[in-house]
């Protein structure tokens, strides 16, 4: 029988030997999942012994993650804008890029007021949606995605994290969804084939697909959010660092009058807001 850390160090080899970039803190997650212990309870119970049947759990998911299963998938969860999400692989993982769509959402929530109606296209686990609604608990919050699969992940965290705060829609970008609002954010598909080849996340093509040059949701997205948007409202899109000029020529087209871009963390160019005033 192994200690924990003879077997934290043996699986953080193995990650290493497959070009993981994150072996020890992967290893180290993984195997405080199977013992049922914290990371910090982890690290005081190295010199003791893993039991067998926890060793054969932590062996079968470093060989997922070896495959490259991400570990968000692993451990059926994610920490987003410090809520934790169920997620699984018919989702995308939540990201701390995306905590920027929320940041930029509430700052323009003071202009409308606690009950301001807010939507969240492309909802997929429910993130945005929920740490809005989590935020500003009297705003009226609704999400929206296609996936049925993605809805029904939204609903649980929902559900699990804030019972009756957000209502949910099927539906295809926003032509489904009821009423008007003054804020719509939306995460939506913005990558190219060959990016996605690149990351090998292992998520839902249908949620990172962007079509040839990546825009295309966003060429559909603008439009319907002006039919949706109050005459004072805000479209929030998140997108990649390359694509922000160009979705500014959407919005300019499509009849919104200011436009601003935010930065994330990294001095990257993430968030790009279309105002309708």
């Known amino acids: 029988m192994m200690t924990v850390g003879e077997t934290l160090r043996e699986g953080a080899a193995r990650l290493r030997r497959t070009g993981c970039a994150t072996p020890l803190l992967d ?9 049922e212990i914290s990371r910090e309870e982890l690290l005081a119970a190295y010199p003791d012994t893993v039991a067998p049947a926890q060793y054969k759990a932590f062996e079968a998911r470093i060989a997922m993650r070896c495959r490259g299963v991400p570990v968000a998938y ?16 018919g989702v995308l993982i939540p990201r701390p890029d995306s905590e920027l769509v929320v940041q930029v959402a509430l700052e323009l929530m003071t202009g409308f007021g606690a009950a301001a109606r ?11 949606a929920i740490a809005i609604a989590h935020a500003c608990p009297h705003a009226d919050i609704s999400a929206s995605d296609i996936s049925r699969h993605a809805l029904t992940i939204a609903a649980r965290n929902a559900a699990h994290l804030l019972p009756g705060a957000v209502r949910l829609y099927t539906s295809d970008y926003l032509r489904n969804v009821p009423g008007t609002f003054e804020i719509i954010t939306a995460n939506p598909p913005y990558l190219t084939a060959t990016e996605i080849e690149t990351l090998a996340t ?3 093509h249908d949620a990172l697909y962007g079509g040839a040059d990546g825009l295309d949701p966003y060429r559909r997205l603008i439009p319907e959010a002006v039919e949706k948007l109050s005459s004072n409202g805000y479209l929030v899109l998140e997108a990649g660092r390359d694509q922000h000029e160009h979705i500014k020529r959407l919005l300019h087209s499509a009849g919104f009058r200011s436009i601003t871009h935010h930065r994330d963390l990294a001095g990257h160019t993430r968030v790009t807001v279309g105002g309708m005033s």
């Open 74 to 89: 692993l451990l059926g969860r994610k920490e987003f804008y410090g809520l934790e999400f169920a997620v699984d692989s």
């Open 202 to 204: 292992g998520e839902p």
């Open 27 to 35: 290893a180290g997650l993984l195997l405080a999942e199977v013992m």
């Open 118 to 128: 807010i939507h969240d296209c492309c909802t997929g686990s429910g993130c945005i």
